[in-house]
C-alpha cells in the first residue's frame, strides 16, 4: 500500500490546499479536496465523518484561520481551528493509520535571532495567529502519532487565492499609493514550489519540524518593489516602518522582525534545494500571464 492511495486535503478551497491537489495530480493522485462543509475540523463529528468516508491513507492539513489581524479579536476562534483542530485531526490520523502532515508559520518565532531558523529554535510568538499555530503544534505533538510531520512555511503566495502579490498588483492597478513596511525580513514562498517540495518530504517519509520556504531574504518592501519590475508597474511606493504602519490602526498584530527558515536540511536531503525567491516570483508571473491565475 502506498501513502498516497487516499490522499485528504482539508481546507480545500483554499490557496496552498488547491496547490497541493494540483501537485498531486501531476503525479497521477486524486486527492479527496474537503472544505469546511465537507470537513469543519472545529467538530469531532465532522473529523470521524470524513474519516469513516474517505479512509485516508495520507492527510494534508490545510485547514486554518490566517487572518493574522482578525486573530488578534478572535483569539478563540483562532486557537480553536489552529490549535485544538489541528489536534483533534492529528489524533485520528493516529488512530487510523494514517500519514498526516501540518502546515504551520514563521510566525512562531519572536524575530530576535539575526540568522536563519532551525526547527529546534527557541520560539515565541508575538501574536494571537503565531500563538495559534503553536498550540498546533503542541497539540499535534501530545495527540498525534510518531511520523506526523509539521512544515513550518512563511509569507505564501500563488493561484486561488487573496495574497500579498495579488493585493500589491491590484492598488497599483487602482492608482492608490503603497506604503510597505521595510523592516520585517522574511523569505516569500510560491505555493507550487511548497508543494511539490511537502510531497518530496512524504516519499520520504519524514517526520517532526521542517522548514520549507524559498530560498534567499527580503523585506515586504523590497519583495513589493520586485512585484512591480516583474508586472513591469511603476506605482507611488514608499517605505514604512513596523511602527508607523501599526500607528492610529487598531487590533494589528505584532510581526517577527526576522523570520527566514532555515532550509539547507531539506537540500541536503533531496539533493534539490529550494529556488531562490525571485526565480520563483517571476514563475508566478509566467503562471500569471499564462493562465490569468489572478
Not at 492511495?5 to 501537485?23: E, Q, S, W
Not at 470521524?48 to 493574522?68: G, M, S
Request: hydrophobic content about 40%; charged content about 20%; proline content about 5%.
Amino acid at each position: 500500500m502506498s501513502v498516497y492511495d487516499r490522499v485528504l486535503i482539508t481546507g480545500g478551497n483554499g490557496m496552498f490546499a488547491t496547490a497541493l491537489a494540483r501537485a498531486l495530480r501531476e503525479r497521477g493522485h486524486e486527492p479527496a479536496l474537503l472544505d469546511k462543509a465537507g470537513l469543519d475540523i472545529t467538530q469531532r463529528e465532522s473529523i470521524v465523518a470524513a474519516f469513516d468516508q474517505h479512509e485516508p491513507t495520507l492527510v494534508l492539513n490545510c485547514a486554518a484561520f490566517t487572518k493574522v489581524d482578525l486573530c488578534e479579536t478572535e483569539q478563540e476562534l483562532a486557537n480553536l481551528i489552529n490549535g485544538k483542530g489541528a489536534g483533534e485531526l492529528a489524533f485520528e490520523a493516529a488512530q487510523r493509520g494514517a500519514k498526516f502532515v501540518h502546515f504551520s508559520t514563521d510566525y512562531v518565532f519572536d524575530g530576535t535571532l539575526r540568522r536563519p531558523l532551525q526547527p529546534n529554535d527557541p520560539v515565541g510568538p508575538r501574536s494571537a495567529y503565531g500563538h495559534s499555530k503553536l498550540m498546533g503544534e503542541q497539540l499535534i505533538d501530545e495527540l498525534g502519532g510518531p511520523k506526523d510531520l509539521v512544515i513550518r512555511a512563511a509569507w505564501l503566495y500563488g493561484p486561488n487565492g487573496a495574497n500579498f502579490v495579488k493585493t500589491m498588483v491590484n492598488v497599483a492597478k487602482a492608482g492608490k499609493p503603497l506604503r510597505v513596511v521595510n523592516d520585517q525580513v522574511g523569505s516569500p514562498t510560491y505555493t507550487l514550489d511548497l508543494a511539490a517540495a511537502t510531497l518530496q518530504l512524504v516519499d520520504r517519509d519524514t517526520s517532526g519540524i521542517w522548514h520549507l520556504s524559498n530560498t534567499g531574504e527580503t523585506t515586504w518592501f523590497d519583495f513589493a518593489q520586485a512585484i512591480f519590475e516583474e508586472w513591469r508597474m511603476q506605482p507611488d511606493l514608499q517605505p514604512t516602518t513596523s511602527d508607523a504602519w501599526k500607528a492610529g490602526r487598531a487590533n494589528i498584530a505584532d510581526r517577527p522582525a526576522y523570520s527566514v527558515l532555515d532550509v539547507t536540511p531539506f537540500a541536503q536531503l533531496t539533493g534539490q534545494p529550494m529556488r531562490p525567491w525571485r526565480d520563483a516570483l517571476r514563475a508566478f508571473k509566467a503562471e500569471v500571464d499564462r493562465t490569468g491565475a489572478f
